[in-house]
């Protein structure tokens, strides 16, 4: 079983996020990608989608993949830069084919 841990940390521009992907099964892990995407980052305010990290963003063509052995963890990092005022609910998840391992939590910008 994986499942993430979602932290997010104020940086002088915006946020840091750091997406921490855990085996938590008795057998390894291997995680699928269709692309250099790692992880996903959103930013919702009323329900709707006001931020998404791969926005602008380019990802090589190549397959990858990462093994994480039981009880291993791994973190995918992302920021978001000059966030408006207001509460938005932050998603992160993992790109991975099949791998539904997500986490999320409320910022408030000032």
Do not use: I, K, Y
Not at 33 to 51: I, K, L, M
Not at 66 to 92: C, I, Q, Y
Request: charged share 20%; proline share 4%; aromatic share 10%.
């Amino acid at each position: 079983m994986v499942t993430a841990t979602l932290t997010a940390t104020a940086t002088d521009n915006g946020f840091s996020f750091a997406l921490t992907v855990r085996n938590n099964g008795d057998d390894p892990v291997s995680m699928q990608f269709s692309d250099a995407q790692r992880v996903e980052f959103t930013a919702q305010q009323d329900g709707e989608v006001v931020w998404r990290w791969s926005d602008g963003r380019m990802f090589g063509q190549a397959l990858g993949t990462v093994e994480l052995a039981p009880g291993e963890e791994t973190s995918f990092e992302g920021g978001w830069d000059d966030p408006p005022t207001g509460e938005f609910l932050v998603r992160g998840g993992v790109a991975a084919n099949g791998t539904d391992a997500s986490d999320e939590t409320t910022l408030t910008v000032a």
